[in-house]
């Protein structure tokens, strides 16, 4: 009978460690690479998204101090007399009305008189 020869396994020498050692190495670092250029990646979009924030900022800013300038009453008339040829009215031209103000209640709204009595 013809004996089986058993084979033994022999653990790792030489080449075999130094190729897994490499192919390791390759691994760690190949995945090092990856994750700094996605951080940088990131790290400019972030510092992109940051000066766009400023800029927006900046421009509010500047809308809000142009609709400001734009509303004042010092404006509004200025444009109503060039554009529209409005003017203020005189004294003569104005008339206060005193509204009448009962005891049992108070005055919230404005109230409109129709007819003005005989001076």
Not at 53 to 68: G, P, T
């Amino acid at each position: 009978m013809a004996t089986a020869t058993r084979r033994r396994r022999t653990p790792l020498k030489g080449r075999a460690v130094v190729a897994l050692g490499l192919a390791l190495f390759l691994a760690v670092s190949t995945t090092v690479v990856w994750r700094r250029s996605t951080g940088v990646r990131t790290l400019t979009r972030i510092q992109r998204l940051q000066e766009e924030r400023r800029s927006l900022m900046a421009q509010e800013k500047y809308l809000e101090s142009q609709l400001r300038r734009a509303t004042s009453r010092r404006t509004v008339v200025q444009e109503a007399q060039r554009r529209l040829g409005m003017v203020r009215p005189g004294e003569a031209q104005t008339r206060f009305i005193a509204l009448p103000v009962a005891a049992d209640r108070r005055v919230t709204d404005v109230e409109i008189i129709d007819s003005v009595p005989p001076q």
